[in-house]
């Protein structure tokens, strides 16, 4: 995924060329692109279809450069140095065509950019006044000629905004392996197209959202629902709550100006507050629930396969908290459906527990309840659509907003959420452990439900197996990760809390717990085709993935853009912000959380994997495939006809 | 019918020079065509031999020659008469070109409108193969196997374009790649790929019958030998003519019939347009070069009309990817629309001769890069062609319009043969000028 690491084990033995760029020498591998180069050596080269996650495309030409010895510029984004050249950024007539191909964007980018939700933050706006567009000499319409997308429950699709530099396409393809887009049409025809240029709804796409933080301008943006959730916090009737995810705390700083990897976790207490929400929950309450369950399925996974010998048992167990993911298997891999741990994500367990458990705690009727949850994530916003997802008798999340959105209200409100002064999250969940937080980071799952699976059975503390309890083997930024963990030789006693379901570790005794990790949906379909193939990834017991690559932390929903540094940057923010609760004597794994203590025992007293979690925690599966129909164009012929998109 | 003089394919025997490349090391037969001095005929003029060299070079197994037949230049159709008359020839080129590169494979990328021809050049192919000329152990050389298959274009402009010709045979849209890499190194299914003109390939045959001697001994120094021309428009003798490199383009019209020319399109759409005070010009890669395609236009044409034909045709074959390629030409037709009505204001008209140049070099491939040529010519050499104040169509303006429609008709009308027309009697010409 990153273009980075490629770079540096392509590059590592080749040899050194010295160039100059604008007169200032620069030595680089070979085979360095003159954009690479100059960024590395801040010479600044205007780009628009470049991004550096994604493969160089030279289709704007707004990066172009004049190379010593070649007739006309070069896109320097393609351009490899394999000779020492003397290179120059800008002539006069590189600026002229840059700013020709503003104007020309201009010219068909309807473009209002007050009632943008991009107005700020848009490359467009930043390259128009960067190339000095001072009018439009090829027009720029105002009237809108395409209908907006709003099929979806996640995303808008703004094809008047759309300037086709094809990152979308790219990040679809080449970071997910999912290609919903294409171009299709040829000179002015041509356009960013679905298969049969349907609504996404209609398209098996994930709601990963990966295309909206990739867009350079509006015409890929979230469903605002912001709206929707003014309305709920000026109604007096309704009890509004929010829920906040780890992710979103380390990054909404940069919307407000911050740089990446600045936790604002109990300042955003504080707006929510003032915004109006009547309560503030941490959803790490329901990441250490979902630990909990989710880690109780996976011992009785084991224990009926290992011990019962029950062949039918689904192993590896795949992790399900995340809604791209579930999708992804819902459309692709149906029959691997069984695989997937039937645990709900933290979301809906917090809104299935908030409309039931709370509700009766506070006298508060569950109709009453306006839920809502602050998600790095797109796909939340359909995973609480899902009809299933209304265990407590109501819609048990009503809105899922983006970190965008909520930065959006904050500032809405007049606050500047870095002067705010921290406050606590609202009781009776109070304040997690760090075990959620980390849920944030590709492998954070792993890592939660390790420190408790490992403490469940081997009665240890996991600090006597791990420094700090930091299990570093199955952290980090590459695309598939594999790792095996050692159950010493003397078990522990069975905690109570599971005690309904396993008489003793005795089988466990000396086994090697095997683990996988993918994040990015290309690599998570590495991790199947592995598996398909009985290859390591086969012997796993328990895989995590997560549909955005570097996980939560670049969602969908996440502050724009994106970039390696700024995803390593808020996972150190995450890693700090679960060290920090060790220090402060805060607990960091979920099963010491006494919130949850309390709720096994007062609510869901038959325990993890009960009667009572099955109804609320726990869901079933929708078997989509690939092929959807469409009331427009006849079910059957779309079922019969190929998917040309794939 | 359409071939007006002495062709030099005419006279030379099939697999005269197949033979006599094949007695020589693979090394020796490149040099024998940097030393013929032969240029790429597509139009971009590139020297054979040094492409053939780096393919030479570069390291793949599975090398492959294809045969660029995908003749869309408008007003080009010499390939087409060489396809069917001397198709050995082609085979033989890129047997040659096989041999000295190392490749065992050969694709013909036929263009649409060509596909009458297909059953013909696949029997010739099959003889080729009956002869042991193709195919396994070619000419009883155990070690050289190399085969011939044709596949089909489908009708776009770009997919002439090398790089987006293979992207085309790999079965993806046809965009033009970025390069480096070149094809030579990073070609179809990413081996090294030469990728020539059927009329490169053919006059590779000749060079190996005759000598490479003969052939530098014609034309010009930067130029050297032949050139097949396709000449259309208003002349008395429309067809395929053969000069030497270096001819002017007066010659050529009085060959034609065409001297009281208005204005000439050298190198067609793509191309420049002449003014009558350069038809002194030659007609080579040092002056005024072309891929073959040479359309007259009389003294009654008007040249915004022509100048609008092409435009459209760029706005539509553009593939779309570069910026400046998709909106550019949308917005160059938009101000020769303008300018028929006498409405392009001067400022507008300075910002879109601004815009073309800045096309010129910012475009990623030839399509782009060459697209505001016309434009550029027309109102550079041609200004006083564009009406100062707005006019009203009036009937002369409509009989001219009429006639234009006639020329272009009668440009498509040599892209076919008459079996052709007759089965697409209401096809339109995808490619060519529409009509």
Sequence with gaps: MSGKTKTATKTAKTEMITITIDGKEITVPRGTTILEAARQNNVHIPTLCHHEDLTPFGGCRLCIVEVEGQRVPVSSCTFPVT????????????RRSRRHTVELLLSEHCGDCYSCLRNGNCELQTLAQE??????????????????DLSGTSLVRDMDKCIQCGRCIRTCEELQGIGRFKFSGRGYNKTVSTYLDRGLAEVACINCGQCITRCPTGALTERDDTPEIWAAIEDPEKHVVIQTAPSPRVAIGEEFGLEAGNAMTWQLNTALRRCGFDKVFDTNFSADLTIIEEGTELITRLYKALVEKDAT????QFTSCCPGWVKFMEHEHPDMLPHLSTAKSPQQMFGSVIKTWYADLNGIKPENIVSVSLMPCTAKKFECSRPEMTDSGHKDVDYSVTTREIARMIKQAGMNLPELAPSEFDDPFGTATGSGIIFGATGGVMEAALRSVIEFVTGLKVEDLYEHADIIPVRGFEGCRYAEIKIP???GPVPELIQHLVPNWDWLKGQTVKVGIAHGIDNARKIIKDIAAGGKFSECHFIEIMACPGGCLSGGGMPIPTTQEIREARAKAIYEEDKQY?????????????????????FLTEGPCGHKSHDLLHVEYTQRGKFMTDATTGGEDVKNGKDKTK | MTIRNTITFASI???????????????????DVIESGLRGCGGAGFPTGIKWKFAAKAEGAQKTVICNADEGEPGTFKDRVILAEWPDLVFEGMTIAAYAIGASSGIVYLRAEYAYMRKMLEECLEKRRQAGMLGAKIAGKEDFS??????????????????ALIESLEGKRGEPRNRPPFPVEIGYENAPTIVNNVESLAWVSAIFANGSKWFKGAGTKESPGYKLMSISGDVKLPGVYEFPFGTTLSTILEAAGGEDA????????SGTLVPPNNFACKICFEDVPTGGSIIVFGKNRNLLDVAENFQEFFADESCGQCTICRLGNVKLLEGIRLMKQGQCTDQHLEDLCSLGASMQIASKCGLGQTSPNVFLSVVKHFRDEIPRHPVAENDDQKTEKAKSSNLFQSVVQLFRTDADTAKNNSGTNKKGVSA
């Design chain 1, 582 to 602: 060790g220090e402060t004597g805060r607990a960091r794994k979920s099963h010491e959380n006494p919130a949850i203590a309390k709720i096994y025992k007062e």
């Design chain 2, 13 to 31: 025997p099939t697999d005269k020079g197949l033979k006599a490349a094949l007695e020589k090391e693979p090394k020796s037969v490149i040099n």
């Design chain 1, 489 to 491: 030789e003397t078990v």
């Design chain 1, 83 to 94: 000779a020492p050249v003397n290179v120059e950024s800008t002539s006069d007539r590189i």
């Design chain 2, 262 to 269: 208005k204005a000439v399109a050298v190198g067609g759409a």
């Design chain 1, 313 to 316: 048992v689904a192993l590896p």
């Design chain 1, 131 to 148: 190339c000095g567009v001072r009018d439009y000499p090829f027009g720029h319409p105002t009237e809108k000629t395409c209908s907006l």
């Design chain 2, 146 to 163: 190399f085969d011939i298959h044709i596949h089909m274009g489908s009708g776009a402009y770009v997919c002439g374009e090398e790089s």
